[in-house]
């Protein structure tokens, strides 16, 4: 059982070939480092997602890359492989039921709430390019303008995520028409976006301003994350085993206030973590409210 990857130590078209045991060295490493887990079947993914960087380093196999990746001082490598190896699919407003439970649920009960009278903390994990936490903050914008006076003390919202690569994309908040349609009405794209260089759309300041991106790798520490309102932990969960998803789980309650909310995507749970979170069920959508 093998795959190939172009390139040799000569950087020819000979094929290097990425042997059984290469392959789980490799998949090894990959959870060891940021949690991924790699199916068997999945070979191809490595060979055409790190091609470029076997080619490139005239590493000759797999197997040299992970013997490299493995020794001290080489954390530019390692983030480079990360990079290539993270899955950043991501839309506007996705699945919109999440939006919908944080404008007409979360935010007035935060309103009505105690928490009023502190800034709205609000973490955004795993956020790719950006559109889940600028889709938060323009719902923010959006209740503000209906409830003058809320959240007098500001918002705050956290968006992390292990790839530097799909961080810097999110700062410069810039969405060809392509991406921008992808889940976002043209209402709201006249009304938060404004022409860019070329064919890109731009951020305004107002939706931009609240958002604050750092890069975190969920199996890492959370310091100086928390104490938070809300957290949206949605459709990264996926990719870990269930030991990991209990571990990150355990820690993202750690950040939540007491009766803090979390919010996963459609096909996760909280991994029968039922003390330290209470389900509330929104109909349509769960959510989770920390104990």
């Known amino acids: 059982m093998c795959s190939t990857l172009y390139g040799d130590n000569t950087l020819n078209a000979n094929r290097v070939t990425i042997t059984e045991q290469e392959f789980d060295r490799f998949c090894q490493f990959l959870e060891q480092a940021c949690g991924i887990l790699l199916a068997k079947h999945k070979q191809y993914l490595v060979e055409s997602r790190l091609s470029k960087i076997l080619i490139e380093g005239e590493y000759g196999s797999l197997g040299r890359l992970v013997d490299s990746l ?3 001082g080489n954390s530019g490598l390692k983030e480079q492989v990360i990079n290539a190896m993270t899955t950043n699919e991501t839309l506007w407003f996705r699945d919109i039921h999440p939006y919908e439970i944080l404008k007409n649920k979360l935010l007035p009960e935060l309103v009505s709430s105690a928490s009023s009278g502190q800034r709205l903390k609000i973490w955004s994990a795993a956020c790719s390019t950006g559109q889940e936490p600028y889709s938060i903050s323009m719902v923010l914008d959006e209740f503000k303008s209906a409830n003058p006076g809320a959240f007098r003390l500001g918002e705050e919202i956290t968006a992390t995520d292990i790839c530097t690569r799909v961080l810097d994309q999110a700062r410069q908040a810039e969405y060809e028409m392509l991406a921008l349609g992808r889940g976002l009405s043209q209402d709201r794209l006249k009304k938060f976006f404004e022409p860019g260089k070329s064919e ?92």
């Open 70 to 72: 493995i020794l001290p």
């Open 200 to 291: 890109a759309w731009t951020l305004m300041s107002k939706i931009k301003s609240r958002v604050r991106f750092r890069e975190l790798n969920l199996l890492g520490s959370y310091a100086g994350i928390g104490p938070c309102d809300i957290v949206f932990c949605r459709n990264v969960l996926i990719y870990f085993s269930t030991e990991r998803k209990r571990e990150i789980l355990t820690k993202i309650h750690k950040t939540l206030k007491p009766g803090g909310y979390l919010l996963l995507g459609a096909s996760e749970s909280i991994a029968e973590l039922n003390d330290l979170f209470e389900m509330v069920h929104c109909r349509p959508g769960i959510i989770y409210k920390a104990k």
